[in-house]
């Protein structure tokens, strides 16, 4: 069997997905997983210096969750050689899908191959500095969060953990509204099971800022939301978060939302037991 027909042998999320020859010679240590729709004008500031940031063992997981934007296309354009080299593992979701994140990104940590997994939304920055920080997290066992105290700023996502610890919460709850408070929900349950975080401070560099229409209008494409409709966003996850921990727990038993896509050009179905198996209804054209 060749090593591109391995790649799409079924692989389940909780372990380490194949993805080519790149897996045999360099076993993957941490993922930084990244979710993107509509963004492509922040991914051009952030993802060629966070590509450059990282070193052997790491790699970059971007799912491009059905952008209009020309996103494929430049990545395609100007990142082949990374996607063919193991360092970014790009999937590109095929289904018309309306954005949620908490499904972005746990396709993203079900895709990814690493055993720490750290969330690295598209629109923030990677620095050695940064890396060497979260590298003493994961040497030490625990998770970290990489963030400052204004929690409209874009930091608060960046959160970090090891594999195992996000596959026994059950990952992002799928059960919340699309966006909002996904992050503050993830790392309250994992801290329930008796996971620590360590604070790492602010990184290097602040996030590309965006507007309150810019963070839901990928949301609600239809509306035009400001500031009252995200106090609501806001009101009701909290609500909907703290009930679901109290009466549930801090594990979501929860089937995965599955997608139809490309992961790294290749026509798959990542389903929602979590896995990852060719989807041979599609033409295998690239990308």
Not at 132 to 143: M, N, Q, R
């Amino acid at each position: 069997m060749s090593t591109r027909r391995a790649t799409l042998m079924a692989t389940k999320s909780g372990t380490s997905a194949s993805a080519g020859a790149a897996d045999m010679t360099d076993p993957i240590t941490i993922s930084f997983c990244t979710t993107c729709k509509n963004r492509l004008y922040q991914l051009r500031e952030t993802l060629p210096g966070n590509l450059e940031a990282i070193g052997a063992g790491e790699e970059i997981v971007l799912v491009d969750y059905d952008s209009p934007d020309g996103l494929a296309k430049w990545v395609w354009d100007n990142f082949r050689e990374a996607i063919e080299a193991g360092r970014l593992r790009f999937f590109r979701v095929t289904d018309t899908a309306p954005w949620h994140v908490s499904k972005a990104k746990n396709l993203a940590y079900r895709l990814s191959r690493g055993e720490y997994l750290f969330n690295l939304d598209g629109d923030n920055f990677l620095t050695a500095s940064d890396l060497e920080k979260i590298h003493e997290a994961s040497a030490a066992g625990t998770g970290c969060r990489q963030k400052t105290e204004n929690l409209t700023d874009g930091t608060p996502g960046r959160i970090g953990m090891a594999r195992r610890i996000f596959f026994e919460l059950g990952g992002y709850d799928e059960g919340l509204l699309g966006v909002i408070l996904e992050d503050f929900d993830l790392v309250t349950r994992a801290e329930m099971i008796g996971y620590a975080f360590r604070q790492l401070g602010a990184p290097e560099r602040l996030p590309v800022q965006n507007n309150v229409r810019e963070r839901l209008g990928t949301y609600a494409p239809e509306k035009t939301p400001g500031r009252a409709e995200l106090g609501k966003l806001w009101m009701t996850n909290l609500a909907v978060a703290e009930l679901r921990r109290e009466l549930e727990g801090p594990r979501r038993h929860q089937n995965f939302a599955s997608f139809r896509g490309r992961l790294n050009g290749q026509p798959v179905i990542v389903d929602g037991a979590g896995f990852i198996r060719a989807d041979h209804t599609v033409a295998n054209t690239q990308p």
